[in-house]
């Protein structure tokens, strides 16, 4: 089997996708049985969460359609060249049956902790910018990635031959939340997140896709009722209910918005505090409350939670480096580091 590279989000056509073995033809006990087996496997890689779904055309297509037509993704344009694949990924993966779906929880927000939790150095806001927590540790592409290649080495070690895969995450053509949703691992809630009833949403998503025959499961039922505390909650109201409209999301802005951030968001971004991406809406989730960080090793063990402002105004090419490298938050330049931070700094309350 041959490595699969980091998966990574990129303007570039989606090349994340690596296929992890050869055709197969062949078989295994029962349906059931496998489905077992691989869930069983897929913990014990690590991740928190697996589901499996069949891989077939989305049914939410007209709402995809519209929300490019509403200009809600803003500049990211390269989610509207991928859409035709996402929308229908056997066009892609033609040979794939089923979608191995998988969880991998991330520690939550050091605020959002429990109380006898132990301090965090970098806990106060002050004079720093905050990380979202998802960003926190390692990179989690390489960490899914890196478990996706231990599952599919365990599937290629039961069926041989007979097994074929392609492991994903982020940047490949998937409608990831939906899938999660059809194969069980939660429910997309109002603030567009997968939600485990006990495990919560932070955690990220990764899929294998494979050949074999294997029972699918059920969707979860829908757990928001009549809460409503994340659209209100939103500091620059992307979200109606299951709905955003990403380009007034402050994670878009900070992250994959590469010009200058609309005045109408600065105070508001200021205030949520975060230098790159945002948990506001994740943070107020009821379903959050109570839930631990998983198997929080795989996150690496001296996180920084927030940054000096001044450090990242003074900051050089190098610095930057250093700080982002092998972690998500690179996926924001330097320059858009700076942009960050100065809105924080020029807008500062008090
Ligand atoms: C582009 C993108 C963003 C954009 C847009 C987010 C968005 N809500 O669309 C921005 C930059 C804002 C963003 C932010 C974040 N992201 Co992001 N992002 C993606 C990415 C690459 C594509 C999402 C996409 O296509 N959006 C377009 C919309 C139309 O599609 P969708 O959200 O996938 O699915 C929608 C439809 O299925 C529809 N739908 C489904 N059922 C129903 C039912 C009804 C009735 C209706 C009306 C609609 C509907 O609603 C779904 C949710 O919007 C995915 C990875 C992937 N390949 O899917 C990660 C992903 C969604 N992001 C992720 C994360 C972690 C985040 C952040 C938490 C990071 C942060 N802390 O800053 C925030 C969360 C903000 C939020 N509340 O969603 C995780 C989410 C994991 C989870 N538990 O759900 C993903 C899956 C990456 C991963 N591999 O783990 N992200
Ligand atoms: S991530 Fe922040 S800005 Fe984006 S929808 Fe959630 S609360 Fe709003
Ligand atoms: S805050 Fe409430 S409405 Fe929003 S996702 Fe969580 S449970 Fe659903």
């Known amino acids: ?23 197969a033809d062949g078989g295994f ?17 690590g991740f928190d969460l697996v589901g499996i779904t069949m891989l077939a055309p989305s049914p939410r297509a007209a709402y995809v359609e519209q929300w490019f037509a509403d200009a809600a993704h803003g500049s990211m ?4 060249r991928h859409a035709p694949v996402k929308l229908d990924a056997g066009r ?28 965090q150095p970098d806990d106060l806001s002050c004079g720093r910018g905050k990380i979202a927590a998802y960003a926190v540790g390692r990179d989690y592409h390489r960490v899914v990635s890196k478990l996706t ?34 194969a069980g691992i939660g429910w997309i809630g ?60 402050i994670s878009y802005q900070l992250i994959e918005n590469r010009g200058p951030i609309p005045d109408e968001f600065h105070a508001a971004i200021a205030d949520a505090g975060f ?36 450090d990242i105004l003074t900051s050089d090419w190098s610095s930057w480096d250093q700080l982002t490298r092998g972690r998500a938050t690179r996926r924001a330049r330097p320059e858009m580091w700076k942009r960050n931070a100065e809105i924080l700094e020029q807008n500062k309350s008090g």
Not at 30 to 43: E, F, M, V
Not at 214 to 222: K, S
Request: glycine share 6%.
């Open 29 to 45: 006990a029962s349906a059931n049985q496998s489905a077992d087996w691989i869930k069983r496997a897929a913990l014990e890689v």
């Open 275 to 310: 230098v790159i991406g945002c948990d506001i809406c994740q943070s107020v989730c009821p379903h959050n409350t109570k839930v631990s960080a998983g198997n929080g090793h795989l996150w690496g063990d001296s996180p920084t939670a927030s940054v000096s402002l001044a």
């Open 92 to 119: 892609r993966w033609p040979w794939a049956k089923a979608v191995i779906v998988l969880g991998l929880s991330y520690p939550p927000p050091a605020s959002d902790r429990p109380r006898n939790a132990p301090p």
């Open 190 to 249: 109002k603030n567009t997140m997968v939600i485990h009833p006990a495990k919560g949403s932070w955690m990220v998503l990764g899929e294998l896709l494979t050949n074999l025959d294997i029972t699918v499961d059920q969707p979860m039922a829908d757990h928001c009722g009549s809460c409503r505390r994340c659209i209100e909650a939103c500091p620059t109201a992307a979200l109606t209910p299951y709905q955003m409209n990403a380009s007034r999301c």
């Open 77 to 80: 344009d390269y989610l509207q």
């Open 149 to 182: 290649k231990r599952l599919a080495r365990r599937l290629s070690e039961k069926w041989g031959a007979a097994f074929r895969g392609v492991a994903a995450t982020d940047a490949t053509p998937l409608m990831e939340r939906e899938l999660a949703a059809r």
């Open 1 to 23: 089997m041959s490595d699969i590279p980091t998966t990574r989000r990129t303007d570039a056509p989606a090349t994340d996708a690596v296929p992890v073995l050869g055709p």
